[in-house]
Nanobody, 123 residues
Framework: QVSLVESGGGSVQAGGSLRLSCVAS????????MAWFRQAPGKKREGVAR????????SYVNSVKSRFTISQDSAKNTVSLQMVSLKPEDTAMYYC????????????????WGQGTQVTVSP
C-alpha cells in the first residue's frame, strides 16, 4: 500500500505560479509511475503530467506543456509540479497518483491516489 499526501494548492491570479508537492509513504519501492491529475467541477478527471520514477521520463497534456514541470526527489519520495503562467482554466482540484506499473493517462488504471489540493486561478 502506498499513501500520497498533496500540498501547495492555493489561490492565485492569472499569470501567477504555484508549486504542488506529493509525498509518498508506505511501499514506495513498488512505484513505477507518478502523475498529477486534475478535476474541475462538472468535468472528468484528466491527466496533467506524468513521470516514470525509474528514469525520470516525463510527459504532459498539451494544454500545460511549457507551463508545468513535473519533477521527483527520490530521496524524499516526493513528486512536485511547478506551475507557471497559470490560467483561469487551470482551476481544479489537483490529485497525485501513483502506480506499480508504467500506465497510461486513463485515471481508472492508476492504483493509488491522494486526497487532492485545490488550485484556483482568478482572471
Amino acid at each position: 500500500q502506498v499513501s500520497l499526501v498533496e500540498s501547495g494548492g492555493g489561490s492565485v491570479q492569472a499569470g501567477g505560479s504555484l508549486r504542488l508537492s506529493c509525498v509518498a509513504s508506505g511501499s514506495t519501492s513498488r512505484v513505477r509511475s507518478m502523475a498529477w491529475f486534475r478535476q474541475a467541477p462538472g468535468k472528468k478527471r484528466e491527466g496533467v503530467a506524468r513521470i516514470y520514477t525509474t528514469d525520470g521520463d516525463s510527459s504532459y497534456v498539451n494544454s500545460v506543456k511549457s507551463r508545468f514541470t513535473i519533477s521527483q526527489d527520490s530521496a524524499k519520495n516526493t513528486v512536485s509540479l511547478q506551475m507557471v503562467s497559470l490560467k483561469p482554466e487551470d482551476t481544479a482540484m489537483y490529485y497525485c497518483a501513483a502506480d506499480p506499473d508504467f500506465v497510461t493517462w486513463d485515471p481508472d488504471t492508476w492504483q493509488w491516489w491522494g486526497q487532492g489540493t485545490q488550485v484556483t486561478v482568478s482572471p
